[in-house]
Each structure stands twice: as C-alpha cells, then as structure tokens.
C-alpha cells in the first residue's frame, strides 16, 4: 500500500525518467511513467487518473507542453494537478503562458511541492 498516492511523471528520456522516479517510489508514491509518446501519457492519465502529473521541461519541453495543454482540454483533465519541473527560463514562459494553472518548480524543491498532493498530507473527508 502507498500512503503517498498516485504520481504520473513524463520525462522525455527514458533512462533519465526511471532514475528520477526511483526516489518517488522510495517516498512511498505509486509512480507511473511515460517517457515516449505524449498521447500515450494523456491517454493513460485520463483513463486512470493519478493524484497528480509532473511533467519535466529538461528535454522536448515543447512535448511536455503541448501534452499538459492537451490534458487541460479533456473532460476531467482540468482536475488533474499539473506540476512542471526543471527547464530552461524560456521553456518554462512558454508552459506558463500556455498552462497558467500548474505548478512550476525544480527538481530540488519538487518533494516538498509533492508532499503538499500526498494522501497523508490532506485531511480527511
């Protein structure tokens, strides 16, 4: 059992996202991963959705981009809690200004964004 909850991470090299989600699993989050194909990722956040996505903008952050403002525009999708990490300045304007909503942050402060979506961190209903 995760006490975490469920985490969807897009990353844009597939070596690079398995090493950074393995600290995400040793938190105690379910992560999910896609690291090929933006239809896929949307695909799969839609029909099964995480607690939160976290999108990186360090590789083809125009995928990333273009994937979050995909998943904003789906029935449901809006609801999903967008956090962008990492990226050049000019990579994380331009998701700004094309998803205003989402979260944006580093990979050194993404745990403590993070810890704010985790189960254990919300109160009960």
């Given amino acids: 059992m995760n006490p ?4 969807f991470y897009i990353h844009w090299n597939p070596a690079e996202a398995e090493a ?7 938190d105690g989050w379910d992560v999910r991963l896609e ?11 839609l029909g099964d ?4 996505v976290v999108i ?9 981009r273009e994937t979050a403002a995909y998943l904003r525009s789906r029935k449901g ?16 304007g331009k998701a700004a200004s094309k998803v205003p ?6 990979s050194l402060e993404l745990q403590v964004i993070l810890s704010g979506f ?4 919300q109160p009960e209903k």
């Fill in 4 to 7: 975490k909850g469920r985490l």
């Fill in 20 to 26: 950074r989600t393995s600290s995400f699993r040793e």
């Fill in 35 to 45: 690291a090929k194909d933006g239809d896929r990722a949307s695909r799969r956040i």
């Fill in 49 to 52: 959705p995480p607690d939160v």
């Fill in 56 to 64: 990186s903008l360090a590789r083809l952050p125009s995928h990333g």
């Fill in 77 to 92: 999708g809006s609801e999903i809690p967008i956090v962008f990490v990492d990226g050049s300045e000019d990579a994380v």
């Fill in 101 to 106: 909503e989402a979260i944006y942050t580093t």
């Fill in 118 to 121: 985790a189960k254990d961190a």
